[in-house]
């Protein structure tokens, strides 16, 4: 019973983070300020959801039971990855010339710039370890975690646990803690370990918290709204909208109405002028998945270009002769009104970028695969690659999926769920 809960949750928690994070904001800016733009992004996050659950169906014809295979050859496998990603961080330590975070802690300075002279200033052999932490903590860390919780003693997991998460938020990225920890609390909370849920908790606050206090403490962070520019009007959003009432002016001619048009708009939830740490978090959180999917269509139709296909992605651009359009560092430029050389990203939800390069049908043919991939997974029953699934769809959430397949993990862990599991004739219970 537990284990077809667990199996059922893992599936929808997609659908549940497009409608929570992206529906139903793109819902009220739509009908409250009569925004085209957000109404566009409402019908995509719809396409997206019936074409996930589309896939999922399909994904019943497909398929067979599998169970976890970590015996032999392919368990040395296993323990060359685990040291692979152990080792991926303590080359960067050396490259970077120590740890971020206790650069922070020890001599201060800025958090964000420490993350990205950690992660994105590299080069050679440094940028090569950064490509292997990547597709790892995204790819191998999340079903991992819980294969070495069933299979080790607790005290051994527990210490294992600790390092992974210290590793993780050690250039204060709290977001790859949670790649760790989501995983394995899923399983812990459909097992009804209550223990063992306790520690882990424990574990992942104590470290998030004194990563969020670190990288609250800059001013800078906290003040970004006054950074971004005014966003001129154009022509197309107003020749759509419909006459709503409070969009005449005196005279009876028509004004543009659209959210982008208010104040500091990217912060509903948080004052700019008070500077609230809670306010900013829950923002950050309940505001700002759906305010990234429409600045990045926002920024696209103001650029006034064609769909960019392949463009989207660096691999593929390069492969079928497109103009690559960095698409995630030109809109955080276009938010933040930063140079060139800004090195930031605007982390969208997958359907953002598969709007803006296939428009609806690519909407629709990307999550049928999602939709296909998770009902596989789920469909093979082995539950370490299952809870994985909740926190792939977080970072579905914050990516695109050609970035998530090819440098966000997804394919590894696909091949993953392949090579550590072998079918079975009939259904056995499996890890």
Same mark, same amino acid.
């Given at each position: 019973?537990?284990?077809?809960?667990?199996?059922?949750?893992?599936?929808?928690?997609?659908?549940?983070?497009?409608?929570?994070?992206?529906?139903?904001?793109?819902?009220?800016?739509?009908?409250?300020? @009569?925004? $085209? +733009?957000? !109404?566009?992004?409402?019908?995509?996050?719809?396409?997206? &959801?019936?074409? =996930? #659950?589309? /896939? *999922?169906?399909?994904?019943?014809?497909?398929?067979?039971?599998?169970?976890?295979?970590?015996?032999?050859?392919?368990?040395?496998?296993?323990?060359?990855?685990?040291?692979?990603?152990? @080792?991926? $961080? +303590?080359? !960067?330590?050396?490259?970077?010339?120590?740890?971020?975070? &206790?650069?922070? =802690? #020890?001599? /201060? *300075?800025?958090?964000?710039?420490?993350?990205?002279?950690?992660?994105?200033?590299?080069?050679?052999?440094?940028?090569?370890?950064?490509?292997?932490?990547?597709?790892?903590?995204?790819?191998?860390?999340?079903?991992?975690?819980?294969?070495?919780?069933?299979?080790?003693?607790?005290?051994?997991? =527990?210490?294992?646990?600790?390092?992974?998460?210290?590793?993780?938020?050690?250039?204060?990225?709290?977001?790859?803690?949670?790649?760790?920890?989501?995983?394995?609390?899923?399983?812990?909370?459909?097992?009804?370990l209550k223990a063992d849920i306790i520690r882990t908790l424990a574990i992942f606050a104590l470290l998030f918290c004194f990563v969020s206090y670190l990288s609250l403490?800059?001013?800078?962070?906290?003040?970004?709204?006054?950074?971004?520019?005014?966003?001129?009007?154009?022509?197309?959003?107003?020749?759509?909208?419909?006459?709503?009432?409070?969009?005449?002016?005196?005279?009876?001619?028509?004004?543009?109405?659209?959210?982008?048009?208010?104040?500091?708009?990217?912060?509903?939830?948080?004052?700019?002028?008070?500077?609230?740490?809670?306010?900013?978090?829950?923002?950050?959180?309940?505001?700002?998945?759906?305010?990234?999917?429409?600045d990045t269509v926002l920024y696209w139709k103001k650029s006034s270009k064609p769909m960019l296909v392949f463009g989207v992605n660096r691999y593929l651009a390069s492969?079928?002769?497109?103009?690559?359009?960095?698409?995630?560092?030109?809109?955080?430029?276009?938010?933040?009104?930063?140079?060139?050389?800004?090195?930031?990203?605007?982390?969208?939800?997958?359907?953002?970028?598969?709007?803006?390069g296939f428009g609806y049908t690519g909407v629709a043919i990307i999550s049928l695969i999602v939709g296909l991939m998770y009902g596989w997974v789920v469909r093979a029953?082995?539950?370490?690659?299952?809870?994985?699934?909740?926190?792939?769809?977080?970072?579905?959430?914050?990516?695109?999926?050609?970035?998530?397949?090819?440098?966000?993990?997804?394919?590894?862990?696909?091949?993953?769920?392949?090579?550590?599991?072998?079918?079975?004739?009939?259904?056995?219970?499996?890890?």
């Amino acid at each position: 019973m537990r284990s077809i809960l667990l199996k059922q949750a893992s599936f929808w928690v997609l659908p549940f983070f497009l409608i929570f994070f992206i529906a139903i904001q793109a819902y009220i800016s739509a009908f409250v300020y @009569g925004d $085209y +733009l957000a !109404l566009t992004i409402l019908l995509v996050a719809l396409v997206a &959801l019936v074409s =996930y #659950l589309a /896939g *999922g169906c399909m994904s019943l014809l497909i398929g067979a039971r599998r169970e976890l295979n970590v015996d032999g050859w392919k368990g040395s496998v296993f323990r060359l990855l685990c040291g692979l990603y152990l @080792g991926s $961080y +303590l080359g !960067l330590y050396y490259y970077n010339g120590g740890v971020p975070i &206790l650069e922070l =802690y #020890l001599h /201060g *300075g800025v958090s964000s710039l420490l993350r990205a002279s950690f992660y994105k200033e590299q080069e050679g052999v440094a940028l090569v370890l950064v490509y292997i932490r990547s597709l790892l903590t995204r790819g191998f860390i999340p079903f991992a975690i819980v294969v070495l919780f069933c299979t080790k003693t607790r005290f051994k997991f =527990y210490v294992y646990l600790i390092v992974v998460c210290c590793l993780s938020v050690s250039a204060m990225e709290k977001s790859l803690l949670i790649w760790a920890v989501a995983p394995l609390l899923f399983f812990q909370l459909v097992a009804r370990l209550k223990a063992d849920i306790i520690r882990t908790l424990a574990i992942f606050a104590l470290l998030f918290c004194f990563v969020s206090y670190l990288s609250l403490g800059d001013k800078d962070d906290l003040a970004v709204g006054s950074a971004r520019p005014a966003v001129p009007e154009v022509g197309w959003l107003v020749n759509e909208l419909p006459k709503f009432p409070h969009a005449q002016s005196g005279n009876g001619r028509v004004m543009p109405v659209a959210l982008y048009n208010e104040p500091n708009y990217q912060f509903e939830f948080y004052d700019v002028q008070e500077q609230n740490k809670l306010d900013y978090m829950l923002n950050r959180v309940v505001w700002i998945p759906f305010v990234t999917v429409y600045d990045t269509v926002l920024y696209w139709k103001k650029s006034s270009k064609p769909m960019l296909v392949f463009g989207v992605n660096r691999y593929l651009a390069s492969l079928f002769g497109y103009e690559f359009s960095d698409l995630e560092r030109q809109v955080f430029r276009f938010q933040y009104g930063s140079g060139e050389g800004s090195l930031g990203n605007a982390n969208a939800a997958y359907i953002a970028e598969a709007y803006v390069g296939f428009g609806y049908t690519g909407v629709a043919i990307i999550s049928l695969i999602v939709g296909l991939m998770y009902g596989w997974v789920v469909r093979a029953g082995v539950l370490p690659f299952i809870c994985a699934l909740p926190v792939i769809s977080f970072g579905l959430l914050s990516a695109s999926f050609l970035s998530m397949l090819f440098s966000g993990g997804l394919m590894v862990f696909l091949i993953c769920v392949l090579f550590f599991s072998r079918k079975v004739k009939r259904d056995l219970p499996c890890l």
